[in-house]
């Protein structure tokens, strides 16, 4: 590797590329690549944008270049084109001069004059001929695959699963910047006096309109605050600080989080409790423990206990109905996170799902022998998709007949209702991530 300082455009040409050679995860490998080269305010912001609208846009981008390209190209040339035909379509501030000029400098780095001449080549054609019209594709289910980047397969699911006119506007709503929510931490501070700490740091943040312990950043980065340091609040989305609300938590109780890395919920849950009772979290990777403990410790939660195993034989360690709320936060397919995660869609299939779906069924079935009469299990998920939401809810209200349906416990500004004991939340309802939540309550006093 050369030893020049990477600038905005190599770097996410990096990124882009590891997403697609090892099925690297694009956020995790934005924040890495934000604190190796030291990109800071505008840098950070343009690598963040073009990383993630490039990754958002693929299969549009391919689709623009299509007529241009007359050959088979080199894949890192490919993804070259596709992040200067992003910046000259949908970034407005930067002149395609400029944008022209740094792909071919990057492609004279990379390969050789005539991979540069190729790549100048192609975007002189499309700044002076344009972009193919969308219109020219006449099936309405291909042509909003195209046009918002989901793979056609996911898009006639959604449209069976939920109408043309819904599945629209979900997926226009995943190519939206997500807004950086976080949740005060109730036993160190109250939400004003956190927006006052932020504010006094430079950071813009307002109240959420209907979670009582939400802020939403309007300017600023929440996580690199003093005042996150100091445990003030954790980053997460509004949809996934609802899962709580569905436990009816109360002090003392002992509660169970069967699928607990990052440690999100399971701090929630230790939060409301307000350092009372006993949150035991579980997870299947030994070193995703410390993901956990480490925002326990910065938060200065005193109730929770973290353990290495996998929830499906959790019966073997763990004494039959002794926990008072069992969370199972499923692993699932993610399909309600891709503006955060936009890779996400095209590397899942119809085959992910429905074996995520025996997953989901298998750890519901082994943790409920642990929830004492009278007590909740709440499922969630942090997808959109019926087959592992309410088929999975279902399925699992059949089995157990020692179960019952419990009405959810939401906050009164919360407007969305499915029906009694499940919530669906889609990106659009209120820009937080696709969600599922559904309770069961235990037969028995």
Same mark, same amino acid.
């Given at each position: 590797?050369?030893?020049?300082?990477?600038?905005?455009?190599?770097?996410?040409?990096?990124?882009?590329?590891?997403?697609?050679?090892?099925?690297?995860?694009?956020?995790?490998?934005?924040?890495?690549?934000?604190?190796? !080269?030291?990109?800071?305010?505008?840098?950070?912001?343009?690598? #963040? /944008?073009?990383?993630?609208?490039?990754?958002?846009?693929?299969?549009?981008? &391919?689709?623009?270049?299509?007529?241009?390209?007359?050959? @088979?190209?080199?894949?890192?040339?490919?993804?070259?084109?596709?992040?200067?035909?992003?910046?000259?379509?949908?970034?407005?501030?930067?002149?395609?001069? %400029?944008?022209? !000029?740094?792909?071919?400098?990057?492609?004279?780095?990379?390969?050789?004059?005539?991979?540069?001449?190729?790549?100048?080549?192609?975007?002189?054609?499309?700044?002076?001929?344009?972009?193919?019209?969308?219109?020219?594709?006449?099936?309405?289910?291909?042509?909003?695959?195209? /046009? #918002?980047? !989901?793979?056609?397969? +996911?898009? @006639?699911?959604?449209?069976?699963?939920?109408?043309?006119?819904h599945t629209q506007k979900m997926c226009e709503e995943n190519l939206l910047a997500p807004v950086q929510t976080a949740r005060v931490n109730g036993t160190r501070a109250h939400r004003d006096q956190v927006i006052k700490r932020l504010e006094d740091e430079g950071i813009t943040a307002i109240p959420s309109p209907f979670l009582p312990t939400a802020i939403r950043a309007v300017e600023g980065n929440l996580a690199r605050s003093k005042a996150y340091k100091e445990g003030l609040f954790t980053i997460q989305d /509004?949809?996934? $600080?609802?899962?709580?609300?569905?436990?009816?938590?109360?002090?003392?109780?002992?509660?169970?989080?069967?699928?607990?890395?990052? =440690?999100? @919920? #399971?701090?929630?849950?230790?939060?409301?409790?307000?350092? #009372?009772?006993?949150?035991?979290?579980?997870?299947?990777?030994?070193?995703?423990? @410390?993901?956990?403990?480490?925002?326990?410790?910065?938060?200065?939660?005193?109730?929770?206990?973290?353990?290495?195993?996998?929830s499906r034989r959790a019966g073997e360690v763990f004494e039959a109905e002794s926990f008072d709320r069992v969370l199972v936060d499923a692993p699932c397919s993610g399909l309600g996170v891709l503006r955060r995660k936009p890779d996400i869609k095209y590397s899942k299939t119809k085959e992910d799902i429905y074996?995520?779906?025996?997953?989901?069924?298998?750890?519901?079935?082994?943790?409920?022998?642990?929830?004492?009469?009278?007590? +909740?299990?709440?499922?969630?998920?942090?997808?959109?998709?019926?087959?592992?939401?309410?088929?999975?809810? %279902?399925?699992?209200?059949?089995? !157990?007949?020692?179960?019952?349906?419990?009405?959810?416990? $939401?906050?009164?500004?919360?407007?969305?209702? &499915?029906?009694?004991?499940?919530?669906?939340?889609?990106?659009?309802?209120?820009?937080?991530?696709?969600?599922?939540?559904?309770?069961?309550?235990?037969? =028995?006093?």
């Open positions: 590797m050369s030893k020049h300082k990477k600038n905005v455009r190599e770097a996410a040409l990096d990124i882009i590329e590891a997403v697609e050679k090892n099925q690297s995860y694009s956020n995790l490998l934005l924040n890495e690549t934000i604190k190796k !080269h030291q990109f800071s305010g505008p840098d950070a912001a343009l690598l #963040t /944008e073009i990383s993630y609208g490039t990754i958002q846009r693929k299969m549009t981008l &391919d689709y623009y270049l299509a007529p241009f390209l007359k050959k @088979k190209v080199e894949h890192w040339v490919r993804l070259l084109l596709r992040i200067s035909v992003y910046q000259m379509v949908f970034l407005d501030k930067i002149p395609d001069r %400029a944008v022209i !000029h740094e792909a071919v400098e990057i492609a004279k780095k990379r390969g050789h004059k005539g991979i540069a001449g190729l790549v100048n080549g192609v975007l002189r054609s499309v700044q002076r001929e344009g972009i193919p019209s969308l219109e020219e594709i006449k099936d309405p289910a291909a042509r909003l695959s195209i /046009e #918002t980047s !989901h793979p056609e397969w +996911l898009i @006639k699911r959604w449209i069976s699963q939920y109408g043309f006119e /509004e949809s996934s $600080m609802l899962v709580a609300y569905a436990l009816e938590l109360e002090p003392d109780l002992r509660v169970l989080d069967a699928c607990a890395a990052p =440690g999100g @919920k #399971t701090t929630h849950i230790a939060e409301i409790l307000d350092n #009372t009772g006993q949150v035991t979290a579980l997870d299947l990777h030994p070193h995703k423990l @410390k993901l956990i403990m480490d925002q326990v410790d910065r938060l200065h939660l005193e109730n929770v206990e973290a353990k290495s195993m996998d074996a995520l779906k025996s997953v989901q069924m298998d750890i519901l079935h082994e943790t409920s022998k642990l929830v004492k009469k009278g007590g +909740l299990l709440v499922f969630s998920t942090c997808t959109v998709d019926k087959e592992e939401n309410v088929e999975t809810a %279902a399925s699992f209200l059949e089995q !157990h007949p020692e179960f019952e349906p419990n009405v959810l416990q $939401m906050p009164e500004a919360l407007t969305l209702k &499915d029906d009694e004991f499940s919530l669906q939340i889609f990106p659009q309802d209120f820009g937080g991530d696709g969600f599922f939540i559904a309770s069961f309550r235990k037969k =028995g006093s």
